[in-house]
């Protein structure tokens, strides 16, 4: 066991090290260690952090470190063996999971430390951890009948297992897909980047012609750029139908597997007292209620929608006039919307990509984050899963390691799709030693090909952005106390700000000039085409924003609705659509069973939260608008009062803490355009 390098902490995870026969014996043994700490600290008196939290902490987040390690590979390099490898432990780490959390003497025990007279004179982040602790037994459990806790902890184990086979059948589906092109007239309006992708695809598995898949480095130019009107419906529908009974293979149909989830998320939320799992799920939050939520969704959507109707009739005036089309299919709007962007602004997106270069991008990048917070990133060394993958460090001014982060950006099979950050390692603070965070930033975008560097489109800069701000929620928090450090303790809803916080960089023009250098010619992106960029910004804003909010709607609605005679998914989603959509979608769509966030994520009866987020981090951006010559002094209070604090204290102190008030979606309507009435 010495050689199993998940049993190894001693620094850095040996990613190129993990094998799928080491997953089993490795996760055995700290669900050993971790149960023996378990019981040695149900015995501890008088209760005190030393020798109760501490060791507590010490041995489970070993066992979350090592499974985080499996989890992850499982997302980035997924095979046969691993999967089988992962689902196998999976019932036994979640079992051990929902035990602690249903477990009486610990919660005793921490109702104690609570209770003792050294508790007031803790500081605020350890307060808050007893504080979180106590809720989260009473969440998990702890308070119930023995009969209802075996019921709880069987459903906990079943919506791990559930969840997790959702996800990987949406990847299987996902790359179970090709469409082979014999006729390159076919690919016509294509980039032609994305044709080379496509013929380097073909040629690897030993066939003439190109392979187009569903990974997104293919399927969006094919919606935003292909003529063939043929070829983008094929794809659309393809992916539209995903893991669904439409698709091609009834073994990934994900549509038991979203009436079980939903069964069995009501039924555990019903254990638990609360009348819905929307009203359990926000238990964590800062919204207090399924009602405060859809009130702000619903109020969002009555400003946008008529800005979103203005969108839908512009773009098919368009289409009509200008591209001959009478009906304008879900699988047209892309491309209509490309045509009609080019028209009114005179540019395109793909134009603006070949200055978006992938080292100028870092370089601007790392800069932005040294202007803001007074850290350096630099070139680091560690093992890692795939040969694309690079590591950095993150030093203070001082040259202090600060933290350190992975950055795998490249879409290819085996790789579950979309962008995220997860947790790799967190800050610990043990006297005069200091565990360093360590975070993945993970990404889909298309590689370089023909020896050139990979160009990202400006949506793909915003979106490294946005992780680049997880990451360093998570690196640069300055608590270390177990649970509350880094985005840990931190509300679902709030967990947004920092990553949509720096999205809204992308759009300074010292900024984008100093990331842009042309893939031939290496010179800047010129001003004219970024003031056409900026004309732009807000190009179907109100489209994009009732879209976000049909699926934020669909979330809560679904999970508030609750008991056996619950509305049917697909009823519900259309009445939702009815609601708030402007494009509408064939009935043959189905969205919920490739929803990942929700069904397979952290997001149930929590998608609202990017929207929620949205109006902080556009408030927040908005006082270096205000102060633009005091970038400095302003990202130092940002980092003090809201990326250091972590946990430790509510999101709305800590917002407040920063601008000095509660938040406004005076911003938000700004930035996105919409502050004035519809002409």
Not at 107 to 133: I, M, S, T, W
Request: proline share 5%.
């Amino acid at each position: 066991m010495t050689d199993n390098p998940l049993l190894d902490f001693s620094g850095l995870p040996r990613f190129d090290a993990i094998r799928p026969e080491h997953v089993a014996p490795a996760i055995a043994q700290l669900l050993d260690d971790a149960s023996a700490a378990v019981r040695a600290a149900e015995t501890v008196a008088p209760v005190d952090w030393e020798r109760f939290v501490l060791p507590l902490d010490e041995a489970t987040s070993r066992l979350g470190r090592a499974w985080a390690q499996v989890a992850h590979l499982e997302a980035v390099a997924s095979t046969p063996a691993l999967r089988t490898a992962y689902n196998e432990t999976l019932p036994a780490v979640t079992r051990f999971w929902s035990a602690l959390g249903q477990n009486e003497v610990l919660f005793a025990q921490y109702q104690r430390l609570a209770d003792g007279p050294a508790f007031a004179g803790h500081g605020d982040a350890r307060r808050k951890v007893v504080e979180n602790a106590l809720r989260d037994f009473r969440l998990g459990g702890a308070e119930l009948p023995e009969a209802d806790k075996a019921r709880h902890a069987a459903i906990r184990e079943e919506l791990s297992a559930l969840s997790a086979k959702y996800s990987q059948n949406v990847l299987d589906a996902t790359d179970a897909f090709a469409l082979y092109i014999e006729d390159e007239s076919r690919l016509a309006g294509l980039p032609a980047d994305v044709v080379a992708a496509c013929r380097a695809a073909a040629q690897r598995e030993g066939r003439a012609g190109w392979k187009l898949g569903l990974q997104m480095p293919v399927y969006l130019p094919v919606q935003a750029y292909a003529d063939d009107r043929e070829l983008r419906a094929t794809l659309y529908r393809a992916n539209a139908v995903r893991a669904s009974e439409l698709g091609d293979d009834p073994a990934l149909d994900n549509s038991a597997l979203i009436d079980r989830i939903l069964a069995l998320r009501a039924e555990l939320a019903a254990l638990l007292g609360f009348p819905s799992y929307a009203h359990y799920s926000l238990a964590t939050k800062m919204a207090d209620t399924p009602e405060d939520v859809l009130g702000f969704l619903r109020d969002l959507a009555a400003r946008a929608k008529p800005h979103a109707r203005q969108d839908r009739a512009e773009l098919e005036a368009f289409a009509q006039q200008s591209l001959g089309l009478d009906a304008l299919e879900a699988w047209d709007v892309g491309y209509a919307s490309e045509k009609l962007r080019q028209s009114r602004y005179s540019y395109s997106a793909q134009e603006v990509k070949r200055y978006f270069t992938e080292p100028r991008v870092l370089e601007g990048l790392f800069g932005l984050i040294h202007d803001l917070y007074g850290v350096r990133v630099e070139p680091d060394q560690a093992p890692v899963w795939h040969e694309d993958v690079r590591f950095y460090r993150i030093v203070d001014r001082d040259g202090a390691l600060v933290g350190q982060f992975y950055l795998d950006l490249y879409a290819r099979e085996g790789k579950r799709g979309g962008a995220w950050m997860d947790d790799c390692r967190n800050r610990r603070d043990r006297g005069d030693r200091v565990q360093t965070p360590v975070v993945h930033l993970v990404c889909n975008f298309g590689r370089g090909v023909d020896g050139n560097p990979a160009t990202f489109t400006h949506a793909e800069v915003t979106t490294l952005f946005h992780e680049m701000g997880h990451g360093l929620h998570q690196l640069l928090t300055r608590v270390g106390e177990p649970g509350v450090s880094g985005i840990d303790g931190v509300e679902w809803d709030a967990v947004e700000l920092p990553s949509q916080f720096m999205e809204n960089f992308c759009w300074e023009w010292a900024r984008v000039e100093a990331m842009t250098a042309h893939v031939d010619t290496g010179a800047p992106l010129p001003r004219a085409l970024f003031d056409a960029m900026v004309a732009a910004k807000n190009f179907q804003s109100g489209m994009f924003t009732v879209r976000q909010l049909e699926f934020a709607l669909f979330d809560m609605a679904l999970h508030q609705d609750a008991g056996s005679n619950r509305e049917p998914v697909q009823s519900l989603l259309d009445r939702v659509r009815d609601e708030v959509a402007v494009n509408v979608q064939p009935p043959w769509n189905r969205f919920q069973h490739q929803f990942t966030h929700v069904f397979a994520g952290g997001y149930a009866a929590g998608y609202y939260s990017y929207k929620w987020a949205e109006v902080l981090s556009a408030d927040a951006y908005a006082a270096f608008e205000e102060a633009p010559d005091q970038v400095a002094q302003t990202g130092a209070r940002f980092r003090h009062e809201v990326l250091a604090r972590g946990g430790s204290r509510p999101a709305a102190e800590n917002f407040r803490a920063f601008r000095g008030r509660a938040p406004r979606i005076d911003a938000l309507l700004r930035h996105s355009g919409m502050a004035g009435a519809v002409s």
